[in-house]
Nanobody, 115 residues
Framework: QVQLVESGGGLVQAGGSLRLSCAAS????????MGWYRQAPGKQRELVAT???????NYADSVKGRFTISRDNAKNTVYLQMNSLTPEDTADYYC?????????WGQGTLVTVSS
């Protein structure tokens, strides 16, 4: 059984940085893409960034230039480096994995940015 284990959330002041990690544990043959989504209170879940196995990335306009997604294919792990954080980045951040016939979500990690 494959699970996603997230870490790295927390409280940070505006302008600060955080790094999120998400590791896929268990046996999985192939991962097409991994990524991060977020959901703020009272809002819908939205895409933050994704990265394919080949390294192609996609970012939400709101985080371009501030966030960087990367992955370690050997470890089935994806990272999200978040810089220049603002209170608008406050949300639960969810890891996502897409593989043939499979899509998984992590349990979420809370990021709180204080002004």
């Amino acid at each position: 059984q494959v699970q996603l284990v997230e870490s790295g959330g927390g409280l940070v002041q505006a302008g600060g940085s955080l790094r999120l990690s998400c590791a896929a544990s268990g046996s999985i043959f192939s991962i097409n893409a991994m990524g991060w989504y977020r959901q703020a209170p009272g809002k819908q879940r939205e895409l933050v960034a994704t990265i394919t196995r080949g390294g192609s990335t996609n970012y939400a306009d709101s985080v371009k230039g501030r966030f960087t997604i990367s992955r370690d294919n050997a470890k089935n792990t994806v990272y999200l480096q978040m810089n220049s954080l603002t209170p608008e980045d406050t949300a639960d951040y969810y890891c996502n994995l897409k593989a043939p016939l499979l899509e998984l979500w992590g349990q979420g990690t809370l990021v709180t940015v204080s002004s």
